[in-house]
């Protein structure tokens, strides 16, 4: 059964860093491109990132660029997400999912980050 | 970025009534490969999105037949012929095929 489960989160202060895991299992990790998208609370849906099989290509959205980092270990059958300088703005729960060429079909529960004083 | 534009953003839907959601994007979703990466997401009180729908009308495995999906270039469509009551949620359209991959502002679903 494929599962993705994020872990990482917690409460932490604007200017600091977190670093996010997503541990997959039931399917072939290196085989799929993966994405990182969050929610703030009470809001829509926002994409973050996306990498490829290998992690040669990355994509950020330009509300994190420089800011947050994707990467992966195949070998751990682990995705990550790099954040550094958290604003407040960055509270969400963040999810990862397994991606595909234009969608994203299987998600993990999510993971809340909270960026406050 | 492609804006995704839903309607309406709230709907209250009679049991066994049909429903739909309409998903408008600010330029045309047809990839160079000659696939509308169109994607309708369920999400459910308290659970992440599910898949309900990719390439426009393909639906996922083991989703209900009464969800379909339709549309063309820029206007795209959400189809529940009969609401019943786990349907409750927000729905989310969301395009892939250019970066940055864009989400509609969703659109709640509850029963009248």
């Known amino acids: 059964q494929m599962q993705l489960v994020e872990s990482g989160g917690g409460l932490v202060k604007p200017g600091e860093s977190l670093r996010l895991s997503c541990a997959a299992s039931?399917?072939?990790?290196?085989?799929?491109?993966m994405s990182w998208i969050r929610q703030a609370p009470g809001k829509g849906l926002e994409w973050l990132a996306y990498i490829s099989f290998e992690g040669t290509l990355t994509y950020h959205a330009d509300s994190v660029k420089g800011r947050f980092t994707i990467s992966r270990d195949n070998g751990k059958n682990s995705l990550y997400l790099q954040m550094n300088s958290l604003r407040a703005e960055d509270t969400a729960v963040y999810y990862c999912?397994?991606?595909?060429?234009?969608?994203?079909?299987?998600w993990g529960q999510g993971v809340t980050v909270t960026v406050s004083s | 970025d492609v804006v995704m534009t839903q309607s309406p953003l709230s709907l209250s839907v009679t049991l066994g009534q049909p429903a739909s959601i309409s998903c408008r994007s600010s330029?045309?979703?047809?990839?160079?490969?000659?696939?509308?990466?169109l994607n309708w997401l369920q999400q459910r009180p308290g659970q992440p999105p599910k898949r309900l729908i990719y390439?426009?009308?393909d639906r996922e495995s083991g989703v209900p037949d009464r969800f379909s999906g339709s549309g063309s270039a820029t206007d795209f469509t959400l189809h529940i012929s009969r609401v019943e009551a786990e349907d409750v949620g927000v729905y989310y359209c969301?395009?892939?095929?250019?970066?940055?991959?864009?989400f509609g502002q969703g659109t709640k679903v509850e029963i009248k």
């Open positions: 330029q045309s979703l047809v990839y160079t490969d000659g696939n509308i990466y």
């Open positions: 039931g399917f072939t990790f290196r085989g799929h491109f």
């Open positions: 999912a397994k991606a595909g060429t234009g969608w994203l079909d299987h």
């Open positions: 969301m395009q892939g095929t250019h970066w940055p991959w864009t």
């Open positions: 390439k426009v009308s």
